[in-house]
């Protein structure tokens, strides 16, 4: 009886093991805490300030009502629609009129072509962040690690835009999309599943980053808190899967992963990176920082600035959205057909810090022990994105029809001395 027991109770301690021996090795996981695009800052302080990366500063503030005089709008109309007491300029939305500027008074959102091209300031600088996408370390960037050939075209054309300009993790624009994560907007996890005894020293590692729809949690500090539990929400777009090694505690992508989708930092919500690399390095307090890079189409980029409302981002931010369409075309620096096709993707490179968290299968059944695609058991994307408002055409139209806006509209200034 006794021995009866005793093999029952090894069949069961076998049972129990296999699992284990069938997912041997090892499995880290991180939150993502923060990211942002990789804009080296060359400067010594500030955000307009000259520096190595732009020797002039940022492009300069723009004076409006020349703008549009040189649209073809007179004088007095440009200033009228320029001023503060115009009832069709909203004080949240702006004014609607300035999209009207284009030959014939086109939009110009929607129609940037219509509009001579201002020009926008890019970066002069020789060091870049991000990676030889192309395996040519003759062109692209040096980074300040001293590894030349990188690839980083979107920073090389919007680098000096002030919206992306400044010192890691304080850049207006990552201060704005970062809170819009961090206070609820989305998560993204990090899964790292190897081989071999050592993880900090594998040669077999793959990387799977993920959506989920818990939240992140802060601390009294404000900062986002480790070690909370987070369950992959599978996806039919957002994710990426990448095969990796490790050495000396830095994850390194092996071999491009053809296309993953990430959520990006910014007003457009898909981040698709075609050729996509990682590295990503393992810190001794259990975080994790590094890089993700690859090719991402460049229009969603200008589409979601101009969303975002056209009159308020140009406002705020010293551009003209049409010079920033203009940029990202000329800047474009990969075809995914073939080298004769049109240039729809511009080299881009992602900062990621992330914080070690629980992530669970999406049942919360258990820990995920490997890394793999959810992608064959996700439900339909009813994803919605963060920001969210009634903008057509780059504008927020007048509700009531009160006040209109479009090539026909009629501007009519006060009249002298009343």
């Known amino acids: 009886m006794q021995r009866k027991q005793a093999v029952l109770q090894g069949l069961l301690l076998a049972g129990l093991l296999?699992?284990?021996?069938?997912?041997?090795?090892?499995?880290?996981?991180?939150?993502?805490?923060?990211?942002?695009?990789?804009?080296?800052?060359?400067?010594d302080s500030g955000v307009i300030d000259p520096g190595s990366d732009c020797p002039a500063g940022t492009n300069p503030e723009i004076d409006w009502v020349e703008v549009l005089v040189r649209a073809g709008y007179s004088r007095a109309e440009a200033e009228w629609l320029r001023d503060p007491a115009n009832p069709t300029r909203s004080p949240r939305n702006g004014q609607n009129q300035m999209a009207f500027r284009g030959e014939g008074r086109a939009n110009v959102y929607t129609h940037p072509e219509t509009y001579p091209d201002p020009g926008l300031t890019g970066v002069s600088g020789d060091i870049g962040e991000g990676f030889d996408l192309d395996g040519d370390p003759g062109n692209g960037f040096v980074s300040p690690e001293g590894e030349r050939g990188i690839d980083n075209a979107f920073y090389r054309t919007l680098g000096c835009w002030k919206?992306?300009?400044?010192?890691?993790?304080?850049?207006?624009?990552?201060?704005?999309?970062?809170?819009?994560?961090?206070?609820?907007?989305?998560?993204?996890?990090?899964?790292?599943?190897?081989?071999?005894d050592d993880e900090r020293n594998d040669d077999n590692v793959r990387v799977g980053i993920y959506l989920s729809e818990d939240k992140l949690v802060k601390g009294g500090n404000g900062e986002i808190v480790a070690d909370y539990t987070f369950r992959i929400q599978p996806h039919q777009v957002f994710e990426g899967i990448f095969a990796a090694r490790t050495e000396g505690g830095v994850i390194h992508s092996t071999e491009p992963s053809p296309r993953v989708v990430l959520r990006d930092p910014s007003f457009t919500r898909e981040l698709e990176l075609l050729q996509a690399r990682l590295r990503l390095t393992m810190q001794a307090d259990g975080s994790l920082q590094g890089l993700i890079g690859g090719y991402r189409p460049w229009m969603p980029v200008y589409q979601g600035w101009v969303d975002a409302r056209g009159p308020v981002i140009e406002s705020l931010t010293w551009v003209e959205l049409p010079g920033v369409y203009y940029a990202l075309q000329r800047g474009a620096d990969y075809s995914p057909p073939g080298s004769d096709g049109e240039r729809t993707h511009i080299s881009y490179a992602l900062r990621v810090d992330a914080v070690p968290a629980f992530v669970m299968e999406p049942d919360a059944s258990r820990e995920v022990a490997q890394v793999r695609s959810y992608r064959d058991v996700a439900e339909e994307d009813n994803y919605k994105a963060p920001f969210a408002g009634y903008v057509v055409n780059g504008i927020v139209p007048d509700r009531s029809g009160k006040y209109y806006a479009g090539p026909d509209a009629v501007i009519l200034p006060p009249q002298s001395g009343e």
Not at 32 to 40: D, F, K, Q, R, V
Not at 181 to 195: C, K, L, P, Q, Y
Request: glycine share 16%; net charge neutral.
């Open 18 to 43: 296999l699992p284990a021996l069938a997912h041997a090795g090892w499995t880290r996981s991180w939150v993502i805490e923060w990211n942002e695009p990789a804009m080296y800052y060359g400067a």
């Open 163 to 196: 919206t992306y300009r400044g010192p890691h993790r304080l850049s207006g624009g990552a201060l704005t999309f970062n809170d819009a994560m961090r206070n609820g907007g989305w998560t993204m996890v990090i899964v790292a599943s190897g081989e071999g």
